[in-house]
């Protein structure tokens, strides 16, 4: 079994103060659905069903291409792979097979999410990739720790690949701070991100990717530990964001509930909504430039066939 570090912003005591206050905003924060076992197990089902991302023949092919043009500006030498938010490692195992492809041998891999289970499950798969040595992980919550590299030292000789893969669509940009917390000059970041085509049936499409019963009963779980509702009362919708568009996803009482917490209880009102989930969707062009505002020289985005998934490759300028 991999060791796992566990920062102090992913202890009980932080998860029930951080729920806790954002039930009083109206709001389950999307980190909180990835936290608890059968919440982890049910987003892996949902993810494997649909998401882009998983699809040999779309959302694979951008991650594929951006792989390549990774290992294209990658230095000789050892690698260390670290997978910021990398919920259970699937598309991190990927870049780390074709590494190793390539005759590396001198690879290491670390994990990183918010969530123990899911980051556990990213060790493990990670592990699998032969000749990697995946035999640490840190759970962490990006959102509260902005500096990662105090939870990584001692930095490991040779160049760090930092994915940060779906993060943006679920967190925002405040996501790509801690990931370049990690990178000094010459480090590689591929960033990944969905996106909105431009075709007319393109957010009809989009949103059978959360309407659906799989995505309900996932956000449900949380819902139902604590009071608030479960997957029948979830209701989806468009909304602008700073990126372009998101869809929410709300839950509005009817009657007024008192969420509890760790024993800690939370009073909601009656017809007031509470955010139960943000996903973001970006653009080709505005990802390249969110990367390269955070001082990377930008070598490529790569635009899955359907056009919903992009992954941008940055070099670190220092």
């Known amino acids: ?31 909180f659905h990835y936290a608890g076992g059968a919440a982890a197990a049910r987003w892996r089902a949902l993810a494997a069903e ?8 779309d959302g694979l092919v951008a991650y594929e291409a951006a792989a390549r043009t990774a290992l294209g500006v990658l230095p000789d030498g050892p690698v260390h792979v670290i997978g910021v938010g990398c919920g259970d490692g699937v598309k991190e ?17 670390t994990p990183v999410d918010v969530s123990v289970p899911l980051v556990t499950a990213a060790a493990e798969a990670m592990q699998a990739v032969p000749v990697v040595d995946a035999t640490h992980a840190v759970a962490v919550d990006i959102t509260l720790v902005r500096d990662l590299s105090p939870l990584l030292a001692p ?18 940009d405040g996501a790509l701070a801690p990931a370049m917390s990690l990178l000094r000059r ?33 956000l449900g779980t949380v819902l139902t530990e604590i009071g608030v509702g479960g997957a029948d009362d ?79 490759v940055g070099v670190s300028r220092g």
């Open 186 to 218: 010459g480090d590689i970041l591929l960033a990944s991100a969905n996106l909105l085509p431009p075709s007319p049936d393109a957010r009809d499409a989009v949103m059978a990717q959360y309407d659906n019963r799989p995505t309900r009963e996932w």
């Open 1 to 31: 079994m991999p060791e796992v570090r566990i920062d102090e912003s992913v202890t009980p005591a932080a998860h029930r103060a951080g729920l806790t206050a954002a039930l009083e905003a109206r709001r389950v924060d999307n980190r």
């Open 50 to 57: 649909h998401s882009p991302s998983r699809d040999d023949a």
């Open 93 to 109: 195992r990927r870049l780390l097979g074709a590494l190793a492809g390539t005759g590396r041998r001198d690879i290491a891999a």
């Open 234 to 312: 979830i209701r989806f919708r468009w909304e602008r964001s700073p990126t372009g568009d998101m869809v929410v996803g709300e839950v509005t009482p009817s009657a007024p509930v008192v969420a509890s917490v760790g024993g800690v209880t939370v009073g909601l009102a009656a017809g007031m909504p509470i955010r139960v989930l943000e996903s973001h969707r970006h653009s080709a062009e505005g990802l390249s430039r969110m990367l390269a505002a955070a001082g990377l020289d930008v070598r490529a985005t790569c635009v899955s066939p359907s056009g919903e998934e992009g992954v941008a």
């Open 155 to 172: 930095r490991l000789p040779g160049t760090r690949v930092v994915t940060l893969f779906g993060v943006l669509s679920t967190v925002g």
